[in-house]
């Protein structure tokens, strides 16, 4: 299995991955709930279960239109206050839920795409904290 298909089966599945990802993500680091005030947790879920195929465009192709919805996230983040230091753990995190949620099917290569995959997303995010970008 690849990252593309991986991705498929996330979203083919009845339930909302991000969901479980954000419940485990406040239980294992209550330290960036904070961050998360006033968020509508649900609409945040469906979101960033969505974004997965951002995520998976961008590091497929590096597309102009992705680099830019990035760094107006990165953007919009950054002015949230969220530091760079907690996208590792958000990182691992995702992995983390992953690997649960394929099972035998999960294996050091799509650990190691998904890995990679995440790290450009967030840098190209983090352009967006140098620079702002508006739209
Ligand atoms: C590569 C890493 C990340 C990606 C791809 C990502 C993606 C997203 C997306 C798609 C949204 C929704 C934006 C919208 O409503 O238009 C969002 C919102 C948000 N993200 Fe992230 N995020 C990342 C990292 C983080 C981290 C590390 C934190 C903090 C621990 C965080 C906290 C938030 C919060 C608080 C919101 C809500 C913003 C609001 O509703 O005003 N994100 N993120």
């Known amino acids: 299995m690849d990252l593309h298909e991986s991705i498929q089966l996330v979203h ?14 406040a239980a294992k680091h209550p330290e960036v709930t904070p961050f ?6 649900h609409r945040q879920a469906i979101i960033f279960t969505m974004q997965l195929a951002v995520v998976g465009a961008y590091y497929q192709r ?15 983040h950054h002015r949230r206050g969220i530091p760079k230091e907690a996208y590792a753990i958000f990182r691992d995190c995702l992995l ?9 099917d999960w ?24 620079e702002r970008f508006h739209v």
């Open 12 to 25: 083919a599945s009845e339930m909302v991955f991000g969901e479980r990802f954000y419940q485990q993500l």
């Open 96 to 104: 983390d839920e992953l690997r649960q949620f394929h099972g035998d």
């Open 62 to 76: 590096h597309s102009p239109t992705s680099q830019q919805y990035l760094q107006v996230l990165g953007t919009q």
């Open 107 to 130: 294996s050091d290569e799509l650990e190691q795409q998904w890995r990679a995959a995440m790290d450009e997303v967030t840098h190209k995010m983090w352009e967006g904290y140098e």
């Open 36 to 41: 998360f005030a006033g968020v509508n947790m």
